[in-house]
């Protein structure tokens, strides 16, 4: 299935493609009847819906921009960038405020799974519901973890370049946004620069480029906007 997938989004044209080809394959292995896409925001950092399937409007308005600390599914998965699953939204806490909302739409189960490329850069979040009690089992929620990679991995290529919805597209390059992760783990110019079989000072000037699109003036300042937009995580190895 990954090569598949891998291949099919490959051959996409452009970004609604790769979305839509995502949320159709997703709702198929879940048997889900409802789902969205939502994409990071670059310049404010939120959760916006962007390809979605069997929502009505009141749903789609209500959700269009969800926020860090947000109670729902996909605001969790934001904040702990991992799969956050609410099996009955009727007996989930944090959902309260926005609960009545989610029942109306028919839904009473959620799963939502960030999109987070292989080297740690956190793009968006893909949320599959369910109008009836749902805990996925293992393997469930393993395939759609697995869809949720590859398609991130078409997605940054495609985002770093074609704005969508009114969204700006990403000033960064998708080489510069692989650094910018290297960079929160903690690593320096030559060990990037071994890391991806190019020289320090190719890092150094990437790291420069990204600096300057980003109007920041060193290294500490460009994480912190990375961090502050919700873009990477400050971890180390």
Not at 32 to 61: K, M, P, S, Y
Not at 200 to 208: A, E, G, P, Y
């Amino acid at each position: 299935m990954r090569n598949t997938l891998s291949e099919s989004l490959q051959s996409c044209h452009d970004l609604t493609s790769v979305l839509n080809l995502t949320l159709d394959t997703s709702l198929q292995v879940t048997d889900a009847a409802f789902g969205n896409i939502q994409l990071v925001n670059w310049r404010t950092g939120c959760l916006e819906i962007v390809v979605q399937h069997g929502f009505d409007d009141t749903f789609l308005n209500f959700f269009q921009r969800v926020t860090l600390d947000d109670g729902s599914a996909c605001g969790r998965a934001l904040r702990a960038k991992r799969t956050i699953t609410i099996a009955d939204v009727r007996n989930d806490e944090d959902i309260a405020p926005c609960r009545n909302v989610v029942l109306n739409a028919g839904v009473l189960a959620v799963q939502s799974t960030p999109l987070i490329t292989t080297s740690g850069i956190l793009l968006g979040m893909l949320s599959v519901h369910f109008p009836a009690k749902h805990c996925p089992s293992h393997r469930e929620s393993s395939v759609v973890n697995s869809i949720a990679q590859i398609a991130a991995e078409a997605i940054i290529v495609r985002r770093t370049r074609q704005p969508m919805n009114g969204m700006a597209a990403s000033p960064l390059s998708t080489r510069e946004y692989e650094i910018l992760q290297w960079i929160a783990r903690g690593k320096s110019s030559p060990e990037i620069g071994e890391i991806l079989n190019i020289s320090k000072r190719t890092v150094d000037q990437h790291v420069s480029n990204a600096c300057d699109k980003l109007g920041v003036a060193n290294r500490l300042q460009l994480i912190a906007i990375a961090v502050r937009d919700n873009l990477v995580s400050v971890q180390s190895e």
